[in-house]
């Protein structure tokens, strides 16, 4: 269930409540008259399905409440009431296959922010994945992967395709592109800090690495498992499962193959750099694709799961 918290000008609170009670899946419907003083006007409060979620909320947007009140929406951890379960019985569809647009849209917003946290978090995710890849060390690799916060704007990028949103495509687009860009600048200089301290050496980046070998060496399967990780980091976003996302972000190489790129970079290993690059570029366009791909798909069966009587 879903929990909203509506704030409507006293003019426009019936219109409203007439909303809510069209639509099915809602209960637990209070009004509060002229209670709100920033903006003024009245205080709406319901609880609706998830399914129906979206419908609602499509509804008041269309409504202008966004502009002229205000529209809260939060998800209910526990609900004991007859009259929830009643709500979410007649609701069409199930709760964990709804796609809540706005709430997507609004956290792929937030994820594919260019932010000062953003570009630490991919910089010393790419600078852990460097000291993988010299070392040979699987751990630190799957450490990096999970640290690396660029799944953000690559949903976000699916998502304004399907949603058509091209300021958060290009947002998105530009988080993803300065922030691989900044994060691989700082690792070879990294790199070059490391070595002159006997940290690092190319030996060792160009020694046996049966660990890590395969960032610099793309292959079908590269694409493949970005495919798979876009299926499930997308359906973990719109079915609110965020634990999958953990899983999601050591399953594909991006961050170890920029790092990879960056360490070949800096001591002037073009075949590794090239191989590390095609790997990061391949591990990218299969979870835009794949996720574009799934939110359409989705779109499609859920629309035609509310058309059905």
């Known amino acids: 269930m879903l929990h909203l918290r509506l704030i409507t000008p006293a003019g426009q609170t019936e219109e ?4 809510i009670e069209r639509t099915v899946g809602t209960t637990h419907l209070v009004v509060l008259p002229g209670t709100a003083r920033d903006p003024a006007g009245d205080l709406v409060l319901c609880d609706v399905a998830r399914e129906a979620g979206d419908q609602l909320i499509a509804g008041l947007r269309r409504l202008g409440l966004e502009d002229t009140g205000s529209i809260a929406v939060e998800d209910i951890g526990l609900s004991l009431s007859r009259r929830a379960e009643e709500a979410e019985r007649k609701a069409p569809g199930e709760g964990a296959d709804a796609v809540l647009w706005e709430g997507l849209i609004e956290a792929t ?12 978090f991919i910089t010393l995710a790419t600078m852990i994945a460097a000291c993988g890849v010299v070392l040979d060390n699987a751990v630190l690799i799957v450490g990096a992967m999970a640290v690396g916060p660029e799944f953000g704007p690559l949903a976000g990028i699916s998502a304004a395709l399907v949603r058509r949103r091209p ?6 687009v530009f988080a993803l592109l300065v922030g691989f860009a900044v994060a ?10 490391m070595d002159a301290t006997g940290l690092f050496s190319k030996d060792q980046l160009e020694g046996a690495r049966p660990n890590t070998g395969f960032i610099y060496a793309p292959d079908w399967f590269s694409f493949v498992v970005a495919v798979l990780a876009g299926i499930a980091g997308i359906l973990s976003l719109t079915s609110a499962k965020s634990g999958a996302l953990v899983g999601v972000a050591i399953s594909v190489t991006t961050v170890p193959a920029a790092a990879n790129a960056a360490v070949a970079l800096a001591y002037g290993d073009t075949s590794q750099t090239s191989g590390s690059t095609v790997q990061l570029l391949l591990n990218l366009l299969g979870i835009v694709l794949a996720g574009t791909v799934t939110l359409l798909a989705q779109k499609y069966f859920w629309e035609r799961r509310r058309q059905r009587p």
Do not use: G
């Open 16 to 19: 409203v409540v007439r909303l």
């Open 184 to 193: 691989m600048s700082l690792t070879s200089a990294f790199s070059l800090l």
């Open 109 to 120: 917003h937030e994820e594919s922010t260019l932010s000062v946290t953003y570009l630490a």
């Open 167 to 172: 300021r958060l495509a290009w947002r998105s």
